[in-house]
């Protein structure tokens, strides 16, 4: 990385901290006076406030840009409906989520609950920021080997939380691969885990899919710190509008639906992402 990706690094970076700042003032103060209940001013008052950041600092950083095909629908479509609904996608690397939390409309921002990967729940500035939100922690055993090991137990426990919270209106978010990819193949998804998808087979939702391509360019699985130059594609698309009727072509078992919601879902954001690429790659050969 060249002295220019070393300064777009730098300024990415201090946009991001300074603009997530009052997010977590507003964050700090809740958790100083006890944890926000969900859906008190509080809690929308942080996600409002992070949402916002995060939109400034993507204006603020030029060298990054953002293809974005379905934001229109997505955000409309969202903004009207009056039920629950499953937001997932295909995980690069940190930067996907910032990416979601900044398109999400601001009025239903405050709606998300998401699982989130432990490690960020260590980390001080955004530990404070996660827990103020709500959020739910994957409870992983170990990871000897490579392999993740979830308390299937405890993990059964915050699937029914985030059930309760669909039912309610909410939207439910998460990264039906597990884990962020490898990196050796950005542009392969990894198979979904069918366990998640049993929220989608107990309530009925329409279910939005977001393809990412080129966010792991911007922001490396293996850096510390994001904000390379870089283009990023990315294709947010509704998968059904009621995952009953979709799962129920899957068969009889509540296992057999959550298995082909899993796999359906795989396959449609396996085609953005190639789609994705192939005009990202029709983009670049256009430029001067």
């Known amino acids: 990385m060249g002295c220019l990706g070393s300064a777009a690094v730098f300024f990415f970076n201090l946009f991001l901290v300074l603009c997530t700042l009052p997010a977590y003032i507003v964050a700090k103060c809740c958790c100083c006076c006890g944890s926000a209940r969900d859906g008190s001013c509080r809690q929308k008052c942080v996600f409002v406030l992070t949402s916002v950041a995060w939109r400034c600092v993507f204006a603020c950083s030029c060298w990054i840009r953002r293809d974005i095909d379905g934001l229109k629908e997505f955000r409309a479509e969202m903004k009207a409906s009056k039920t629950g609904a499953v937001l997932i996608a295909n995980h690069l690397c940190f930067l996907d989520t910032i990416i979601l939390v900044a398109l999400m409309p601001l009025a239903k921002i405050a709606r998300v609950k998401m699982f989130v990967s432990s490690h960020l729940v260590k980390i001080p500035f955004l530990r404070t920021i996660v ?4 959020h739910l922690v994957v409870p992983f055993k170990s990871a000897a080997a490579g392999k993740f090991e979830v308390d299937k137990d405890l993990m059964a426990q915050r699937q029914a939380v985030l059930e309760a919270h669909v039912k309610e209106g ?7 691969e597990g884990t962020m ?4 193949k950005p542009l392969e998804v990894a198979q979904f885990r069918a366990g998640g998808f049993s929220l989608a087979v107990n309530v009925d939702v329409p279910i939005w899919c977001v393809a990412f391509v080129g966010n792991d360019r911007c922001w490396p699985k293996s850096a510390a710190v994001g904000g390379r130059p870089s283009r990023i594609s990315m294709k947010m698309f509704k998968l059904c509008d009621h995952s009953r009727d979709l799962a129920a072509k899957g068969g009889s078992s509540p296992r057999d639906q959550q298995v082909y919601l899993a796999n359906f879902a795989h396959q449609k954001i396996q085609e953005a992402v190639h789609e994705q690429s192939a005009k990202g790659g029709l983009r670049q050969s256009l430029l001067p």
Do not use: K, R, V
């Open 181 to 184: 990819n490898s990196g050796e």
């Open 131 to 134: 827990t103020s939100m709500g």
């Open 170 to 176: 909410g939207i439910a978010g998460w990264y039906p």
